[in-house]
């Protein structure tokens, strides 16, 4: 494998294009497959190639690297008879780069560690914006050399590469961050909502937050948002529940303690079931509004 090993790309969603199109301006020559074919056409029409198959891609390219929803879909990428370890070239390089659990993660490394091939866990902090500016934090665990072989492909898809380890590190880190997220959602809107039953004004509560020691870059996106009642989606609730839910399930493998975890995943069960499950995850305040007996604008 040369400076730039040749890549194979599965998984062309809201964030896997924009990472593939960034690879490919960096110089990397890409092939790509997405399950929807029509999907590949921007990548296709920017110059990437085209794999028919998963086996076909994956019998092609130095490095394949998957970026598809969640477990299930790691599982069928990567271990179907006509998936990425079965196919890949021996001595080569699979990177699955999406958020799942550890468990599944652990399972795709035992079958790469079986066929000779070199497993990346590489999840990522950030959303679509900063996978469209290339602005990502990539969060690595697996083999050291294989790490090193990457390097340049995750430099250019980010701003920092962080390596945590040669096992199932990366993805714990990502839940980690990710617990954090979601429990500071659940905490923005009940506070929020507490202020508004004690009659202060939506707006100078925002501002005065921003404002406050408790501003972080996470409270200064989402400050406009919320000031403007805006819940469309950049994570959206669904999302944020599956990742709950995978960090629940791996917490209870671990023997943490998660209250602020299940409470914050319950209430958006809640929101779910109300059809909600496509807003932005801080729509949670209109939850907490809700259940106050507060309507916004009355
Ligand atoms: N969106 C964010 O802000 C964000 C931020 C950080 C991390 N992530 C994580 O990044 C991953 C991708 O997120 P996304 O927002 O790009 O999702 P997305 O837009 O829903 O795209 C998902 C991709 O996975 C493919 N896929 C799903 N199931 C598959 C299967 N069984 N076989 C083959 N391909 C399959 C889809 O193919 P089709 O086109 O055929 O459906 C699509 O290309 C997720 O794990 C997510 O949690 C997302």
Redesign the pocket.
């Known amino acids: 494998m040369g400076d730039k090993p040749t890549i194979g790309w599965?998984?062309?969603?809201?964030?896997?294009?924009p990472m593939a199109q960034n690879l490919m301006q960096a110089g990397f020559q890409v092939t790509v497959y997405?399950?929807?074919p029509e999907?590949a056409k921007p990548l296709t029409d920017a110059g990437a190639a085209l794999a028919g198959s998963?086996a076909e891609l994956a019998a092609g390219c130095d490095v394949v690297i998957?970026?598809?929803?969640?477990d299930?879909?790691l599982e069928?990428?990567a271990m179907a008879p006509d998936g990425v370890l079965a196919n890949a070239k021996a001595g080569g390089i699979y990177v699955d780069?999406?958020?799942?659990s550890p468990a599944a993660s652990a399972r795709v490394a035992e079958t790469a560690a079986g066929k000779g091939i070199s497993y990346l866990r590489a999840?990522?902090?950030?959303?679509?914006v900063?996978?469209e500016s290339a602005q990502?934090i990539i969060l690595v665990s697996g083999p050291k050399e294989a790490a090193e072989t990457c390097d340049a492909a995750f430099a250019a898809m980010g701003k920092k590469t962080m390596n945590f380890g040669e096992g199932e590190e990366a993805r714990f880190m990502?839940l980690t961050v990710n617990m954090m997220v979601s429990i500071t959602a659940g905490l923005v809107g009940e506070a929020l909502a507490f202020g508004e039953s004690g009659g202060l004004d939506w707006q100078q509560m925002l501002e005065m937050i921003g404002e406050s020691p408790l501003a972080s870059p996470l409270l200064g996106y989402k400050t406009q948002t919320l000031k403007n009642r805006d819940y469309a989606p950049?994570?959206t609730i669904d999302?944020i529940a599956?990742?709950l839910d995978l960090i629940l399930s791996t917490g209870q493998g671990t023997n943490a303690s998660m209250p602020l975890a299940s409470l914050v995943r319950q209430n958006y069960e809640t929101m779910r079931e109300k059809g909600e499950g496509n807003l932005d995850m801080f729509a949670y305040v209109t939850l907490m509004e809700d259940l106050a007996g507060i309507k916004p604008g009355e």
């Open positions: 599965i998984g062309l969603g809201k964030m896997g294009a997405n399950r929807t999907k998963l998957s970026m598809i929803n969640d299930a879909a069928a990428v780069m999406s958020t799942v999840p990522v902090s950030g959303s679509t900063f996978a990502l990502k950049a994570f999302q599956k990742d």
